[in-house]
């Protein structure tokens, strides 16, 4: 099934509205009501899990499988240089040098 051109933007501009909906559904529902001290520590963790599982997902994910390659590893050396408090810039281009060079390999 082939969509035309003005399928497609009518198809996003549709998805554009109804994200827009969807955003707006809380503030409207919720208004100047005070939510509960759990609710609170679980929207707080939302964004954390979210940005971890694109990560996971983006690093192990080949397709339709999940594999193990170069990348994998220069994740990995940022994520532990990261957590060893580097700067960004530092773990970024270590990163790249680590993923090109087991590439190159």
Do not use: D, F, N, Q
């Not at 099934?1 to 109804?18: C, Q, R």
């Not at 707080?44 to 170069?70: D, K, N, Y």
């Not at 994520?79 to 190159?104: D, E, F, P």
């Amino acid at each position: 099934m082939t969509l035309s051109y003005a399928e497609v933007w009518w198809l996003i501009l549709g998805l554009a509205a109804l994200t827009a909906l969807i955003k707006a559904a809380g503030p409207v529902l919720l208004g100047g009501r005070t939510l509960p001290p759990w609710s609170s520590r679980v929207i707080v963790l939302m964004a954390p899990a979210l940005l971890s599982a694109l990560v996971v997902t983006a690093v192990l994910a080949e397709g339709r499988s999940w594999s193990v390659g170069a990348h994998t590893v220069g994740v990995a050396v940022a994520g532990v240089m990261l957590w060893r408090r580097c700067s960004l810039i530092l773990c970024v281009s270590v990163a790249v040098l680590v993923t090109a060079g087991l590439r190159a390999l």
